[in-house]
């Protein structure tokens, strides 16, 4: 291979694609970037995260804003009728919103300072050869690598997977902007507020929305109408129209509109990619979205760099082919116990799917009452197989009978996605 050839060659310019630029970098892999737009484009997404998470990767200076009021609203049990009860449960840890102009130079900065070469064109084209393989562009060039990572996010590029029919596809909208009073309380972040008094009982038996609120500081607010996860997905004039019923049943008023945020569209459970391709994938483009919340940021961070190691210890031996390099990274990335425990959020999540809007706030408020370190680890995917098992039969135990009978009642898919669980147990 000709010296300006790099290592590795890591396809987009998102989060992803810089988190395990980033960490081969720190690896000593040499690295070049191929992107469709320039790689300090800003983000498009405002990104969420834990407190606790953000402390325990040394990324705390990266965030924004940081809430420690964190609380969801879900109203009274399906036999009451005041579904607009203010009870709120409080989740007692912080929540934090990354400053993504930071969290994109702190991650450019490093990639300049070992080098990284960047290339803008669209990926269109691969060969995966036994030394080398050879990307395409839509603008006619070529660029060769021993292993080229799609990064390219959640309909990508190269990476290809087995379907498993629908997919869950979270949408939200969103406004940023101040109001004729406070929407949430001062310094408060709301997860979920799924209280629904402002629908009437045809309108409740639509899919269920939620509001994820957040004081901004400065008099600004950000709101977001969401729905958790569904397919054929929530579309946005019903959003955008339950978000404007529930702000009118408040007496509230947008006085100043800062930013819209539409047509979010966010696959939840995408199916695990061929783990036998020679082009390995990251973050969007390699399934890593957590199907039971939708984040992904936390499981980029820890992940990148325990998978750069494994590519650049690979890499050491000179003989090893792109495919023998690529199957290292995908082991590493989707290691047996991982595939367990998406087999299983993905059976919670298509039970979630099909809960009416009364059954899904009596489940979160049962989920929220789990102990902290079982419904914190099981968001932020920090728990083992056994210890996520412990949890949802716990939840199961606690759960309200509207709950239960909707856990236990099998529709659809459930079997299958259960089998797929319990066969790789
Ligand atoms: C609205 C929304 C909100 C989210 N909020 C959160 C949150 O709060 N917390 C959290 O943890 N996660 C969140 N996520 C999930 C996830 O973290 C984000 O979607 C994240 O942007 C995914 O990063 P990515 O780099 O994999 O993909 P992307 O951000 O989509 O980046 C893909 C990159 O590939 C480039 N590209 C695409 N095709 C080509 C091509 N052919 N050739 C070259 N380059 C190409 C693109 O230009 C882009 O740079 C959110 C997702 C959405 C949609």
């Known amino acids: 291979m000709n010296d300006a050839s790099p290592d590795a060659l890591v396809i987009g310019s998102g989060p992803s694609a810089l988190a395990i ?32 998470e953000v402390d325990e990767l040394g990324m705390e200076h990266l965030l924004e804003h940081r809430w420690r009021n964190t609380v969801s609203y879900f109203g009274e049990g399906s036999n009451q009728k005041n579904s607009q009860h203010n009870n709120a449960t409080e ?14 130079e702190y991650w450019l900065n ?28 839509r603008e006619g060039f070529t660029l060769k690598a021993r292993l080229v990572i799609d990064a390219s996010g959640y309909d990508p590029v190269f990476i290809k997977n087995k379907s498993e029919g629908d997919i869950a596809i979270q949408t939200c909208y ?83 509109l800062e930013h819209e945020e539409l047509g979010i569209y966010l696959p939840m459970n995408m199916p695990l990619p061929n783990m036998n391709q020679g082009i390995f994938g990251f973050g969007g483009a390699a399934s890593m979205v957590h199907p039971a919340s939708g ?11 325990g998978v750069a190691k494994i590519i650049a210890d690979k890499m050491n031996n000179l003989e090893a082919t792109p495919h023998e390099i690529s199957k290292a990274a ?23 799917m099909r809960f009416s809007e009364d059954q899904l706030r009596d489940f979160f408020k049962g989920f929220f009452t789990l102990p902290t370190e079982q419904w914190y680890g099981f968001l932020t995917n920090k728990l083992d197989v056994n210890e ?33 669980f319990l066969k790789r147990y």
């Open 91 to 104: 989740h007692n840890i912080e929540y934090g919103l990354f400053n993504k102009i930071k969290l994109q």
């Open 330 to 352: 995908w082991n590493e990335l989707w290691p047996a116990e991982m595939v367990r425990k998406q087999a299983l959020y993905k059976f919670g999540l298509e039970k979630l």
């Open 295 to 305: 984040y992904m940021f936390g499981g980029l961070l820890r992940r990148a760099p």
């Open 174 to 256: 969103g406004v940023v902007g101040k109001f004729n009073s406070p929407p949430v309380e001062s310094g408060q972040f709301v997860l979920m507020d799924y209280r629904c008094n402002h629908l009437s009982n045809k309108e409740r038996e639509e899919p269920p929305t939620f509001l994820y609120a957040m004081d901004m500081g400065g008099g600004s607010y950000f709101l977001e109408e969401t729905s958790l996860g569904l397919s054929p997905p929530v579309e946005l004039e019903t959003l955008r129209k339950r978000l404007s019923m529930r702000l009118k049943s408040r007496g509230l008023e947008i006085t100043d």
């Open 21 to 52: 630029a980033t960490a081969l970098c720190k690896e000593g892999v040499k690295v070049h970037g191929l992107s469709n737009k320039e790689p300090n484009e800003p983000w498009p997404y405002t990104y969420g995260i834990w407190g606790k």
């Open 110 to 137: 490093q990639c300049e300072e070992y080098n990284l070469v960047w290339h803008k064109g669209h990926a269109k084209d691969a060969l995966v050869g036994d030394k080398h393989t050879t990307i395409k562009t």
């Open 388 to 420: 996520l098992i412990k949890a949802m039969v716990k939840m199961f135990i606690i759960a309200t009978w509207n709950v239960r009978w909707g856990l236990m009642i099998m529709k659809g898919r459930e079997f299958n996605l259960l089998w797929n």
